[in-house]
């Protein structure tokens, strides 16, 4: 099992660009979620959805947008990317959700 | 948004060390976990508690779930240098039943 994979490890942007960060996850679990990490934040939950076809916001949702399709891919859109989107974006997913199983992370830089 | 107060914020100590730190919430949670996140890599799960009172070992680290429901302990035995990284709790439970993150703990580990 590859687990929790993310794609790309690292992107720059530019102010007003959109891009598509890609989530995979080959466990059959029901439950992803995106958050974003910031110094001295810890983890800030963006989206999450409970299974195919479901998804909710989280605790920072402005400016992202979630689609879920199908149970193994749960990619997050940047609509149009500011600096205060700067940040590391992980991928997680899980059976329930609490023990969240993280992917490696894709380190975003809006200039 | 809500989180849990992780302390210590950092720590510096000898290999063969003790470690404890600790997260504390104003609310109750039914769910509590412990993270750990090496340098550029997504968190991994070390312990999850699911019980008032209940005290979970994996290897050198123990943890334990709060008798009070707000708050948890990891300690770590014996520390190693490969003990360095940021150890993040997460609860779940509170007025929204998401997963919240504290904000971590950096140990570094001198040999």
């Known amino acids: 099992n590859a687990g929790v994979t993310q794609t790309p490890k690292f992107q720059v942007l530019k102010t007003g660009q959109s891009m598509t960060l890609q989530c995979a996850q080959d466990m059959n679990h029901e439950y992803m979620s995106w958050y974003r990490q910031d110094p001295g934040m810890g983890l800030r939950l963006i989206h999450y959805s409970v299974g195919a076809g479901i998804t909710d916001q989280g605790e920072v949702p402005n400016g992202y947008n979630v689609s879920r399709s199908t149970t193994e891919d749960f990619p997050l859109r940047l609509l149009s990317a500011a600096p205060s989107q700067t940040s590391v974006y992980f991928c997680?997913?899980?059976?329930?959700?609490?023990?969240?199983?993280f992917g490696p992370g894709t380190r975003l830089t809006v200039l | 948004g809500q989180q849990l107060n992780q302390s210590p914020q950092s720590m510096f100590i000898q290999e063969g060390e003790d470690v404890s730190m600790n997260c504390t919430s104003s609310s109750i949670f039914n769910t509590w976990l412990w993270y750990k996140q090496d340098p550029g890599e997504g968190p991994v799960l070390l312990i999850a508690?699911?019980?008032?009172?209940e005290l979970t070992s994996n290897g050198r680290l123990t943890a334990q779930f709060g008798i009070t429901r707000k708050d948890s302990f990891l300690n770590i035995s014996a520390s190693i240098p490969s003990d360095v990284g940021i150890y993040f709790c997460a609860g779940q439970g509170g007025a929204t039943n998401k997963l919240i993150f504290g904000t971590g703990t950096l140990l570094a580990v001198q040999p």
């Open positions: 997680a997913s899980s059976l329930s959700h609490n023990e969240q199983f």
């Open positions: 508690l699911y019980k008032a009172g």
